[in-house]
């Protein structure tokens, strides 16, 4: 196709636009015509007691980690700034050490008022993968319930999570996932005192 062929089709397709568009606004409205989805007015999502609840957990929080994934127990420290965002998200970045090599994590969580489930995303330095997660929050024993699932060397992984409040600052985190022959391993276990 020659240049000019291919300049003057483009010049074709503008002239169209502009004509159509100018068509478009030029046409009275009718006022009992419904607005376009696009124009209509979005529903405002106001938090619940649910996004409260993740609010307590602002702050800047340190962390004693113990990873047993990789068979012996080992011990790291790291910390975690969580803040909320539109009071509807809580998101933390979390910045330790695992395997002697620096470890990078972001992670947001909220509660989705159609799903009544809580939900969330975790990202880290070691995998391409992103984890989702569902869960609920046990209000007599002050502990979320979560399940993971997330791509490991192609395959997919399934872990549940709890993190036990055993006050207002100190959290503790249990990831379990399934071991050999089904059993089920504690793959990590962080200690949580939040900063004053």
């Known amino acids: 196709m020659k240049l000019s062929t291919v300049s003057f089709s483009a010049a074709a397709c503008v002239a169209v636009f502009v004509l159509t568009a100018a068509a478009v606004q030029d046409k009275p409205k009718d006022p009992k015509a419904k ?3 696009a124009e209509q007015a979005m529903p405002e999502v106001k938090p619940g007691p649910e996004h409260a609840a993740l609010a307590k957990e602002v702050g800047t929080w ?4 113990t990873n047993t994934m990789g068979g012996a127990p080992e011990v790291s420290k790291a910390t975690e700034v969580r803040k909320m965002v539109g009071g509807l998200w809580l998101v933390g970045d979390f910045s330790g050490e695992m395997g002697g090599k620096a470890f990078y994590g972001h992670g947001v969580n909220g509660y989705d008022q159609d799903k009544k489930k809580y939900v969330g995303t ?3 330095t070691m ?4 984890m989702l997660t569902e869960g609920s929050y046990d209000e007599a024993t002050k502990t979320m319930h979560c399940t993971g699932k997330f791509s490991m060397g ?3 992984m399934t872990c549940s999570m709890t993190t036990q409040s055993k006050d207002a600052d100190n959290q503790v985190f249990t990831m379990t996932m399934p071991g050999e022959g089904g059993a089920v391993m504690t793959a990590l276990k962080i200690e949580y005192k939040r900063r004053k």
């Open 35 to 37: 607005a376009p989805a």
């Open 127 to 130: 995998s391409s993968s992103m």
């Open 154 to 156: 192609g395959q997919e």
């Open 122 to 124: 975790w990202v880290d």
């Open 62 to 65: 340190d962390a004693t980690v």
